[in-house]
């Protein structure tokens, strides 16, 4: 075939011309949903209320709401987690030096399940350690909360990390949970959507 006819016919398909007559291998790239900005916005945008179930007292005994609560800061906890569920690790730490300004009340509750899926809630963290983020913004009724994705630093653990921009709490999925040294897996983008729309705060008036 004349090389003029091959240049037409790869126009026409939109392949590239070298490719032509030439075998390989296909390649199969590694494309998660949030390396693109605005697919993570879409998919935190259809992730609606409506298919929030609830979950009574966030899988927290008696007294573990009553340490939360008498800590002194605004405690933020989901009402939905989808099944299977546990509670693995709960800390609740009181300040006890108020004027030792390293010294504040903070909570973190890890929670995980058979498939080693995890999350976790809480206060007091530093930062987050994720390589070439993506990054979205979901709308609450406790405000703004700005979700963070991507690969941690020196790992190919994925993480979604969320902050709510009053108050300073993180809610995180995938990683290293406090006080564990393996990794777990993430939330998929759109159960993680859901546990955000979810979170309420802990009411503070305690009841006996």
């Known amino acids: ?15 590239p011309l070298f490719s032509l007559g030439c075998s390989s291998n296909p390649v199969v790239i590694d494309s998660p949903i949030a390396h693109s900005t605005s697919t993570l916005q879409a998919v935190v945008n259809d992730a609606t ?20 609560k008498q800590l002194g800061i605004k405690v933020v906890l989901p009402t939905y ?4 569920f546990n509670v693995t690790y709960f800390e609740a730490h009181r300040q006890k030096n108020p004027e030792d300004i390293t010294d504040s009340a903070y909570y973190r509750i890890s929670y995980a399940n058979a498939n080693n899926i ?13 390589t070439n983020p993506s990054k979205s913004k979901l709308e609450t009724a406790l405000g703004d909360i700005e979700i963070t994705y991507g690969k941690l630093r020196g790992s190919e653990t ?18 290293k949970l406090s006080r564990v040294s393996e990794t ?3 939330l998929s983008l759109e159960d993680f959507t859901k546990v955000l729309k979810s ?9 006996f």
């Open 118 to 130: 995890c999350i976790e809630v809480g206060s007091g963290y530093q930062a987050v350690w994720i």
């Open 1 to 15: 075939m004349h090389p003029s006819v091959l240049r037409s016919l790869a126009v026409l398909i939109n392949i």
């Open 81 to 84: 987690l989808p099944a299977g």
């Open 184 to 186: 777990c897996n993430p």
């Open 158 to 175: 994925r993480q979604y990390w969320a902050s709510i921009k009053k108050g300073g709490q993180v809610i995180y999925t995938g990683g």
């Open 199 to 207: 979170l309420t705060v802990l009411e503070e008036k305690l009841h």
């Open 49 to 68: 209320p409506k298919a929030i179930a609830q979950v009574s007292d966030s899988l927290l005994s008696a007294d573990q709401q009553i340490q939360l």
